[in-house]
């Protein structure tokens, strides 16, 4: 593991960037999901939303465009991915490819994605069943169930 | 399985599709991988190639590209992602996520990405073994080394 030392306060303030996009992207009519990459010393490399409704991009999950925005980077074995909710086999696929030490997930409840398979393949993974993520997501899904199947392939 | 038919020459004219695509890349100076989202008809719905060089984009990968050519669809399971190489964990996360029916490959010589995965998942996986992909991704991977292992996160 290279990722550097990061406590649960940590956590919740890179949480807190991800939660900022996934409202951003709600108040848009968007999924709501957000998440952030993490730099070594802390820093915000890169931060994003998902963006299939405001794009018409079915490949811009919150984790790609947090990816994308932190542009070319040498090496990823330091950062950690932050996201809102527990990330889809194409995210999890990202990490795992390009060795992003840490993944910080919001909930896992209302989608089970591949944190666990993550975790099998020495991502470390952090999972901080967050209130209100769990809030927005169950709501988004009440509200757009048609929209989620879509954004999730099914 | 949900995709239609098709047989070794429609798999031979879809990535025909695919290496235009890588070839295009390779003269812009990129990574010189391309693929193609097919439909059920045969028609092709997306093309794209690997862009990180041309665009910054780290997660500009010739199957993503082709995916978000296509733009949103309201099902993936009669489609075919066709891709000069074996698709990495990215891709092939994204090929299981949307249940994409058919992945066909055109070499897996140059890079064995997670296509075997694919296959154990249900995916219908063809592997071309094709002399002119296999030819494009040694002479890159022979010139260009550190953006081949940038591109494939090592």
New interface residues.
């Given amino acids: 593991m290279n990722t550097s030392h990061a406590d649960a306060q940590d956590y919740r303030s890179w949480l807190a960037v991800a939660v900022a996009e996934a409202r951003a992207g709600a108040a848009e009519g968007g999924v709501p999901i957000g998440a952030a990459l993490v730099g070594g010393d802390g820093e915000i490399l890169g931060r994003g939303r998902n963006r ?1 409704v405001q794009d ?4 811009a999950h919150g984790e ?1 465009c947090a ?2 925005d ?5 090496s ?1 074995a330091a950062t950690t991915m932050v996201t809102t909710l527990s990330p ?7 990490v ?4 992003i030490g840490r993944l910080v997930v919001g909930e896992v409840r209302n989608f089970h994605g ?1 944190h666990e398979w993550l975790a099998e393949h020495g991502v470390e993974v952090i999972v901080l069943d967050d209130a209100e993520c769990v809030r927005m997501m169950s709501e988004f899904i009440a509200e757009k169930p048609r929209l989620w199947h ?1 954004d ?3």
Avoid: H, K, N, V
């Fill in positions: 299939r018409g991009d079915p490949a790609t990816f994308r932190a542009g070319r980077q040498p990823y889809c086999w194409f995210c999890s696929g990202l795992r490819q390009f060795g591949a879509e999730i392939g099914e």
